[in-house]
């Protein structure tokens, strides 16, 4: 597959080259060293010396891999390609190919192909040379393109996972329900008690696979809008008073505080269908009522506490640098680990330490993602075992309203 390191070469243009290939004279275009040769190329590629080591990054390779380049080339997947590849003594040696799989510092998943070749050694940059360099002598390197294929491979995974989830989620009430229909049919045809018991339990069932049902509709509907930015002025106020009194009824009796903190800036709007944000903040307070309420111990009698806030945005570069807002919902619940916190919104995705005692199909936080991006928000969770959860939502404000 070296045609698509020759496609990004040939392809574009260049967009980082020190000397730009139509404007550079002759003598200069002469004197181009490997390195400036390689910023030209739009790809992420390296060149590694004969002894493996890699002796130019292109700035491509250095923006999409930083510190990884180091971990690739030290993989066992590549290793072993680049052993047959230097093996190849032929004149044509063979390209070689390779997937490297990284665990940390995060899940990547990397292509590598690799071409061997002769070149006259003064190209090799100094301090990668070999001992009795002689620039007319003619040394090998093994040219590699990095082709990150995390987001497909990721893709791949949910679309599965989806599938598998889905109807692991409806089979298991389903045979429930199946189940008590052939008691009731049966054993428990002349037992009024017995079918009063199992029809409430039926009724549980059937209403866990609804609200699964219901969940995958709206969050089909939300991906299929996606693409559609959302064009009503939504006061946040408003939003604010809305979410309030659909949350009293849920907390209703409950050993709950819910404070509700709109901000300093009256008339504060934001461009957004106001029913999906409706929904989303009702689906991280109900997130932050159901763990938190099922954590009581900890608490040792005192409320569980839920704080939904309107705020700037830090100026700490985490958010985009466009005029928007922050709207957060905080709780004293349980927290979560944070190796939980990059997957929380993938479809069906549960933390079981919190989530075993607690009923949900862990869709919730996969529509406020989906709702968010919709909004050309941003959508981040942070939490802290033990001490609670804040989940943000970052959105655009529309100007010149209030
Ligand atoms: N405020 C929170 N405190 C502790 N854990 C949380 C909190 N919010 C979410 N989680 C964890 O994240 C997981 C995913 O949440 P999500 O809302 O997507 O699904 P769910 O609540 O399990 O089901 P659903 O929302 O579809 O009924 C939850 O199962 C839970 O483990
Ligand atoms: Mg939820």
């Given at each position: 597959?070296?045609?698509?390191?020759?496609?990004?070469?040939?392809?574009?243009?260049?967009?980082?080259?020190?000397?730009?290939?139509?404007?550079?004279?002759?003598?200069?275009?002469?004197?181009?060293?490997?390195?400036?040769?390689?910023?030209?190329?739009?790809?992420?590629?390296?060149?590694?010396?004969?002894?493996?080591?890699?002796?130019?990054?292109?700035?491509?390779a250095?923006?999409?891999?930083?510190?990884?380049?180091?971990?690739?080339?030290r993989?066992?997947?590549?290793?072993?390609r680049?052993?047959?590849?230097?093996?190849?003594l032929?004149?044509?040696?063979?390209?070689g190919?390779?997937?490297?799989?990284?665990?940390?510092?995060?899940?990547?998943?990397?292509?590598?192909?690799?071409?061997?070749?002769?070149?006259?050694?003064?190209l090799?940059?100094?301090?990668?040379?070999?001992p009795?360099?002689?620039?007319?002598?003619?040394?090998t390197?093994?040219?590699?393109?990095?082709?990150?294929?995390?987001?497909?491979?990721?893709?791949?995974r949910?679309?599965?996972?989806?599938?598998?989830?889905?109807?692991?989620?409806?089979?298991?009430?389903l045979?429930?329900?199946?189940?008590?229909?052939?008691?009731?049919?049966?054993?428990?045809?002349?037992?009024?008690?017995?079918?009063?018991?199992?029809?409430?339990?039926?009724?549980?069932?059937?209403?866990?696979m609804?609200?699964?049902?219901?969940?995958?509709l709206?969050?089909?509907?939300?991906?299929?809008?996606?693409?559609?930015?959302?064009?009503?002025?939504?006061?946040?106020?408003?939003?604010?008073?809305?979410?309030?009194?659909?949350?009293?009824?849920?907390?209703?009796?409950?050993?709950?505080?819910l404070?509700v903190?709109?901000?300093?800036?009256?008339?504060?709007?934001?461009?957004?269908d106001?029913?999906?944000?409706?929904?989303?903040?009702?689906?991280?307070?109900?997130?932050?009522?159901?763990?938190?309420?099922?954590?009581?111990?900890?608490?040792?009698?005192?409320?569980?506490?839920?704080?939904?806030?309107?705020?700037?945005?830090?100026?700490?570069?985490?958010?985009p640098?466009?005029?928007?807002?922050?709207?957060?919902?905080?709780?004293?619940?349980?927290?979560?680990?944070?190796?939980?916190l990059?997957?929380?919104?993938?479809?069906?995705?549960?933390?079981?330490?919190?989530?075993?005692?607690?009923q949900?199909?862990?869709?919730?936080?996969?529509?406020?993602?989906?709702?968010?991006?919709?909004?050309?928000?941003?959508?981040?969770?942070?939490?802290?075992?033990?001490?609670?959860?804040?989940?943000?939502?970052?959105?655009?404000?529309?100007?010149?309203?209030?």
């Amino acid at each position: 597959m070296l045609p698509a390191l020759a496609r990004a070469v040939v392809g574009r243009g260049t967009e980082t080259s020190v000397i730009p290939a139509r404007r550079a004279s002759r003598a200069e275009a002469a004197s181009m060293t490997l390195e400036q040769l390689m910023d030209c190329l739009p790809a992420a590629t390296l060149a590694l010396n004969e002894t493996r080591q890699p002796c130019v990054i292109s700035p491509e390779a250095h923006r999409q891999f930083k510190d990884c380049v180091g971990s690739i080339i030290r993989h066992p997947a590549f290793q072993n390609r680049l052993d047959h590849v230097l093996a190849d003594l032929s004149d044509s040696p063979a390209p070689g190919e390779a997937v490297v799989v990284l665990d940390i510092p995060q899940y990547r998943v990397v292509r590598a192909w690799m071409r061997k070749a002769t070149v006259p050694s003064a190209l090799v940059p100094e301090g990668y040379r070999k001992p009795g360099f002689s620039p007319t002598t003619p040394t090998t390197l093994i040219f590699v393109a990095l082709h990150d294929e995390t987001e497909a491979v990721v893709a791949e995974r949910q679309h599965t996972d989806f599938v598998a989830f889905a109807s692991h989620e409806l089979r298991t009430p389903l045979a429930a329900l199946l189940g008590f229909i052939e008691t009731l049919q049966g054993p428990a045809a002349d037992d009024p008690a017995a079918q009063k018991e199992f029809l409430d339990i039926m009724a549980v069932q059937a209403r866990r696979m609804q609200r699964l049902l219901d969940s995958l509709l709206y969050l089909s509907r939300v991906q299929m809008q996606e693409h559609l930015r959302p064009t009503d002025v939504v006061a946040v106020g408003a939003l604010f008073d809305h979410v309030r009194a659909e949350a009293a009824g849920l907390m209703a009796g409950k050993n709950v505080r819910l404070e509700v903190t709109p901000g300093a800036e009256p008339g504060l709007s934001v461009a957004g269908d106001e029913v999906q944000l409706q929904q989303v903040l009702m689906n991280l307070i109900e997130n932050a009522l159901k763990y938190g309420l099922a954590d009581r111990g900890r608490r040792q009698g005192q409320p569980l506490c839920i704080t939904l806030s309107c705020e700037p945005p830090p100026p700490d570069g985490c958010w985009p640098g466009e005029p928007g807002v922050l709207l957060n919902v905080t709780d004293t619940g349980p927290g979560i680990p944070a190796r939980h916190l990059s997957r929380l919104t993938e479809r069906f995705y549960r933390v079981a330490r919190t989530a075993a005692s607690v009923q949900g199909s862990g869709l919730g936080l996969a529509i406020v993602q989906h709702v968010v991006t919709r909004h050309g928000g941003r959508f981040v969770v942070e939490s802290a075992v033990g001490k609670g959860t804040t989940c943000r939502i970052w959105l655009p404000v529309v100007r010149g309203l209030s």
